[in-house]
Nanobody
Framework: VQLQAFGGGLVQAGGSLRLSCAASGRIFRSPTVGWFRQASGKEREFVSAIDWNGVTNYVDSVKDRFTISRANAGNTVFLQMNDLKPEDTAVYYC????????????????WGQGTLVTVSS
């Protein structure tokens, strides 16, 4: 499976962006798609994931602000980001795996190229 993440950009604090992750190729039968982010000088961290049943989970810092969803028979996953804060600035990656959702990136074996989100104060 190949993943392409897009939708990043520059936004002021309090603004919104929607990231998209489009899958192509050999799609996993029961995929979980996750979003991770890496801020400059920091380790990559889990943000959100959605499994093939539509069950979602989020890191505490984005709960009530970010919403993950899927469309196109599961081949596209969105991350709607509202009330963005400067600390949300990072390169955002989508990743996929077969099976249940995990927060640890080591369980994901397909990765997109990343899209930069910059939130100005």
């Amino acid at each position: 499976v190949q993943l392409q993440a897009f939708g990043g950009g520059l936004v002021q604090a309090g603004g919104s962006l929607r990231l998209s992750c489009a899958a192509s190729g050999r799609i996993f039968r029961s995929p979980t798609v996750g979003w991770f982010r890496q801020a400059s000088g920091k380790e990559r961290e889990f943000v959100s994931a959605i499994d093939w049943n539509g069950v979602t989970n989020y890191v505490d810092s984005v709960k009530d602000r970010f919403t993950i969803s899927r469309a196109n028979a599961g081949n596209t996953v969105f991350l709607q980001m509202n009330d963005l804060k400067p600390e949300d600035t990072a390169v955002y990656y989508c990743a996929a795996r077969q099976g249940s959702a995990f927060r640890q990136e080591k369980y994901y074996n397909a990765w997109g190229q990343g899209t930069l989100v910059t939130v100005s104060s």
